[in-house]
T-cell receptor, first 117, second 114 residues
Framework: GAVVSQHPSRVICKSGTSVKIECRSL??????MFWYRQFPKQSLMLMAT?????????EQGVEKDKFLINHASLTLSTLTVTSAHPEDSSFYIC?????????????FGSGTRLTVV | AQSVTQPDIHITVSEGASLELRCNYS??????LFWYVQSPGQGLQLLLK??????LVQGIKGFEAEFKRSQSSFNLRKPSVHWSDAAEYFC????????????FGKGTTLSVSS
């Protein structure tokens, strides 16, 4: 089945630094990928929709200059948290809708636990 | 606006008892519907999904869900709960067009008592 690989699984960074999270579709081409954020004991909130070769579409309230999304190929999307602060500490999950999306639905990465100290 | 509602924040069920988790959606047309389970600190696991056809959908781990258009609901059920079912359960929906994101409900925490 469709697999999405997300790295790193955990990262700790100092306040003010930037962190890059990668999301790769391993056995299919993902025209569209989605990025979610999940705070402890809360639901997944959609941050942005990433389309290959074009600018990402951000949800209301998400700072596009802080959360940089690049989808340069059909198998890779990256999320860079710039000038991270402790309030950015969260669980970030990517998702891709595989090419036979009607039948196979959405595939999720395993998530990245970001801790900003 | 499109939304998914899970009315129950936390449910406790005795081991061996039956379970029903509620989910309602608000969409212009019937969306694709999903149930996911998440254990603490883990990613999401798909339990089942509904696109069209038979309104009773069978999933993994003995779960099933029933789509009811008249009630805009997609409730998850299991006849006999096991202690290992304790986790967070999310209902999600997406419009049918390619490229639309899943929208999640707030989740229901399931606790299983012995």
């Amino acid at each position: 089945g469709a697999v999405v690989s997300q790295h790193p699984s955990r990262v700790i960074c100092k306040s003010g630094t930037s962190v890059k999270i990668e999301c790769r579709s391993l056995d299919f081409q993902a025209t569209t990928m989605f990025w979610y954020r999940q705070f402890p004991k809360q639901s997944l909130m959609l941050m942005a929709t990433s389309n290959e070769g074009s600018k990402a579409t951000y949800e209301q309230g998400v700072e596009k200059d802080k959360f940089l999304i690049n989808h340069a190929s059909l198998t890779l999307s990256t999320l860079t948290v710039t000038s991270a602060h402790p309030e950015d500490s969260s669980f970030y999950i990517c998702s891709a809708r595989d090419p036979d999306g009607i039948n196979y639905g959405y595939t999720f990465g395993s998530g990245t636990r970001l801790t900003v100290v | 606006a499109q939304s998914v509602t899970q009315p129950d924040i936390h449910i406790t069920v005795s081991e061996g008892a039956s379970l029903e988790l509620r989910c309602n959606y608000s969409y212009g047309a019937t969306p694709y519907l999903f149930w996911y389970v998440q254990s603490p600190g883990q990613g999401l696991q798909l339990l089942l999904k509904y696109f069209s056809g038979d309104t009773l959908v069978q999933g993994i781990k003995g779960f099933e869900a029933e789509f009811k258009r008249s009630q805009s609901s997609f409730n998850l059920r299991k006849p006999s709960v096991h202690w290992s079912d304790a986790a967070e359960y999310f209902c999600a929906a997406a419009q049918g067009q390619a490229g639309t994101a899943l929208i999640f409900g707030k989740g229901t925490t399931l606790s299983v008592s012995s």
